[in-house]
């Protein structure tokens, strides 16, 4: 006879109990021997107490973990019925090996780059660690475009907007000592992998920072006008491109679209959205964009943050994060953290992220590719444990199809929280992929999702029902942390 499933509730009170009755008990025991050896003893133990604390805490992470999970809540793949897109997966090898069985799998490099192509790179640098992508797998992505077969003489660029004030390359990602997710000897942020990059390939790559107007960076009607932001608000010859949050009250909101415009090493202005521009006109010459994300719990608010919140750091953030002080783009257009939330909370709509990223795709860009690499995913945080080790790399068109995927398959099963789960309606991750696929024209049901997937450990393609990927969790001793992954537990 099967055992019944023990409630969270049940484990969650159980553990607090027994963690309290273990430090009275060890409380006790300390006042006990400061009774007889009042000073290099107790500062001793004290100092030990932290620890056993700590442990304590990783203890009962490990039995909410483990006790909580049932069967019934793992996902299932429900039945391709007709392929719209393909999602591409590698399971189980090095950073660089999965990327290179990800784009053999699609037809090879040489089927999705051209020899011409100019390659933008997106990655999310506002984070380190598992809170941005893995260092080999974008250098492995690069070497594979600059060494095709048949040649390359276009260009790769690595662009990003982490919000971090005028000179972005001092902070977070670009500077910051990955303690783990490098995977490259003596390369430990993304400046060193800049730094490598530019070395093999000189004046072919580039790094380019995009930085808010309100931070020093430059507004632009056209390419013509060098490098900066372009408000699609209507003015200037500009088109008016904006979206409400469909409220007729106080808390109505506008966002319009913006994008970048800027210029590599070699000298080629990027538009965005319009393409390669010399010489006073657009050259037609194939700009190709790549969205690379890494796969992170995020937030309350927000659930995980993947491929769709990549684009965050695509736009120009001038106003602050906050719709109730300034959080305004120009006029009265909120920008795109202002307008789907308050500040640090969620806002006064479901699913306002989608909407304006949906927004975004249909009338900016849509990346031609769009990669996640979860080496290393975080439970409850972009840069410290608890953590897993999942070693995936994946790759669609689609990053609807994609978020959808890699949040079912790879971070819910880790975490077991619902406020992961794609297909949960509690949470806001499933109403942010519902807008963007409405808006966009993306694919949010995975029965029109084909999935190829392959496993290096056992050197072959998986089956459906193999698709779940379960990595090796470190819990680590940040209190904030764990107690963030058991607010999670809980609540959801």
């Given amino acids: 006879m099967n055992k019944p499933a023990l409630r969270l509730d049940n484990v969650l009170l159980t553990g607090y109990r027994a963690t309290c009755s273990l430090c009275y008990l060890y409380d006790q025991f300390i006042k006990g021997l400061c009774r007889i050896q009042k000073s290099l003893i107790a500062e001793f133990f004290m100092i030990n107490r932290r620890l056993f604390f700590h442990n304590s805490i990783s203890s009962l992470c490990m039995l909410l973990l483990t006790g909580c999970t049932r069967k019934e809540d793992l996902p299932y793949r ?17 950073p660089s090996e999965n990327v290179s069985k990800v784009m053999e799998m699609m037809g090879g490099v040489e089927k999705v780059f051209g020899t011409d192509d100019i390659v933008v790179i997106k990655p999310n640098i506002q984070w380190w660690n598992q809170g941005a ?10 070497s594979m475009i600059m060494e095709r077969t048949g040649g390359f003489h276009g260009e790769v660029v690595i662009a990003e907007n982490n919000h971090r004030g005028a000179q972005p390359w001092n902070h977070a990602g670009w500077v910051k000592t990955f303690k783990r997710n490098s ?7 993304y400046n060193h992998l800049a730094d490598h990059l530019k070395k093999n390939y000189g004046d072919r790559f580039s790094v380019c920072h995009w930085v808010n107007i309100d931070a020093g960076g430059k507004r632009v009607y056209s390419p013509a006008d060098g490098p900066g932001y372009v408000l699609c608000d209507g003015t200037g010859g500009v088109p008016l491109l904006s979206i409400s949050n469909g409220r007729k009250d106080e808390k109505r909101r506008e966002v319009i679209m913006s994008y970048p415009v800027f210029q590599t090493d070699k000298g080629t202005m990027i538009d965005l959205k319009n ?11 194939p700009l190709k964009f790549v969205n690379c994300a890494a796969l992170n719990h995020h937030s309350f608010y927000c659930g995980p943050t993947s491929a769709i919140k990549n684009f965050l750091g695509v736009c120009d953030l001038s106003g602050g994060p906050d719709p109730n002080n300034n959080g305004k783009l120009i006029n009265k257009y909120y920008n795109f953290h202002s307008f789907p939330f308050d500040k640090w909370s969620k806002g006064p709509a479901p699913g306002m992220l989608g909407l304006e ?11 031609d590719l769009n990669l996640t690499t979860a080496e290393w995913i975080g439970l409850s945080t972009r840069t410290e444990p608890p953590i897993a080790h999942t070693r995936a790399v994946c790759a669609c068109a689609d990053p609807v199809a994609l978020d959808y995927h890699t949040a079912k398959y790879i971070l819910y099963p880790n975490t077991k929280t619902q406020l992961h789960n794609p297909d949960t309606t509690k949470g ?13 024209g993306c694919i949010c049901d995975e029965q029109y999702v084909d999935i190829e997937s392959f496993d290096h450990s056992t050197a072959r393609l998986q089956k459906d029902d193999e698709l779940i990927v379960r990595g090796e969790k470190t819990w680590g001793h940040d209190i904030k942390s764990l107690l963030k992954y058991f607010a999670m537990k809980f609540l959801y």
Avoid at 275 to 285: E, P, V
Wanted: aromatic share 8%; with cysteine.
């Fill in 78 to 94: 429900r039945k391709l019925t007709q392929k719209k897109v393909t999602l591409y997966r590698s399971v189980n090898g090095a």
């Fill in 133 to 142: 992508p893995n260092l080999a797998s974008v250098n492995a992505l690069i």
């Fill in 183 to 189: 995977d490259i000897p003596g390369i430990h942020n």
């Fill in 275 to 285: 393409g390669i521009w010399r010489k006073g006109s657009y050259t037609g010459q």
């Fill in 357 to 367: 990223i949906g927004m975004f795709l249909k009338t900016i860009r849509k990346p």
């Fill in 428 to 440: 806001p991750f499933y109403h942010d992929l519902q807008k963007c696929s409405e808006r966009s």
